[in-house]
């Protein structure tokens, strides 16, 4: 399609190939009410200094607020708040009222529940055809490791819900482990021969992948919480399926076991062949920041690569 004859809602429709997840961004009017709207057009911009934009269609009933606000916050929706796009989507006359939420630390309202928020003063608003540049300067923000809400073409996904629901129909039972870092480090505990491993539990038929984040804290005393799926593998000799997931680790020390960083790890420690290759692969591929998924068994198999911005 040339330049002379751009549809503008065959434009939008491309524009929607390109996969997203979905922010609501808010901020407070004169009177102090808290003010939002849902905006897929969030890109970050620069580490240092800490900068974000965000694109506002004038027509947005919200513009002249953002016009003269002193900033704004942007709260990254996690898989389950649909629901709270949809209402920051629609003139909803109060849309605070779904949802449980605070003022951040710079004073702009943040949620609950998100995969992360980051809380702004306006540095820059560049006017940009039927849309403005909103951009924030970072003063305060928080991730808390939730896998974030997917938007592609019109429609939501949730990877790692959808994942989840697809293994827990797995036959039988599963060990289910987790490459949980923090910091650039992962957590390794003792073994049953006196070397490390991941932690790894046992999930039965009958329980839901809910059961997950409980088990995995009684086992390492911290808060832990998985995301998207990092390996599938069925140990042959065991006849047992194993699910790895990529997790986030919470403040602490471990009950069992140690944090190594992912440049020192000691794979010599690791007994298990599965284990170690999982981790060797693991470490190579975060300094990427592009993780695959391994499908296979405990020999052999396939990475599948998914592309992810780090
Ligand atoms: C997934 C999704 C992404 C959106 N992204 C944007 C965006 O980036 N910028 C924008 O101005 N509107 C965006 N919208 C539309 C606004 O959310 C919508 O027009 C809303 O009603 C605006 O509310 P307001 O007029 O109260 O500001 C998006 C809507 C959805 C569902």
Redesign the pocket.
Known sequence: MTTQMLDPRALRDAFGAFL?G??V?TTKDAEGKP????????TSVSLDPPLLL????K?????QTLMSAQGFAVNILSENQKDI??T????VED?FAAVDWREGPFGFPVFSGVAAWFDCAMHERIDAGD?VILIGSIQAFENSGRTGLG?ARGG?FTPALTEKNLLANVEGSLSVGAIAERAGAILLVPDADGGLTLPFIDKAESESMEVLAPLFEAETGLSIRTGLLFSIYEDTKAGRQHIVYRALLGEGAPKAGQLFPLQQLPLEMIRDAAVRDMVKRYAQESALGNFGIYFGNQEKGRVHAVVQKG
Do not use: D, E, Q
């Open positions: 997203t979905v922010t961004v003010i939002g709207f849902t905006a897929n057009s969030f965000v694109c506002l269609a027509t947005s009933r919200n513009f796009s949809n920051f989507a629609r003139p849309r849309h938007y939501y």
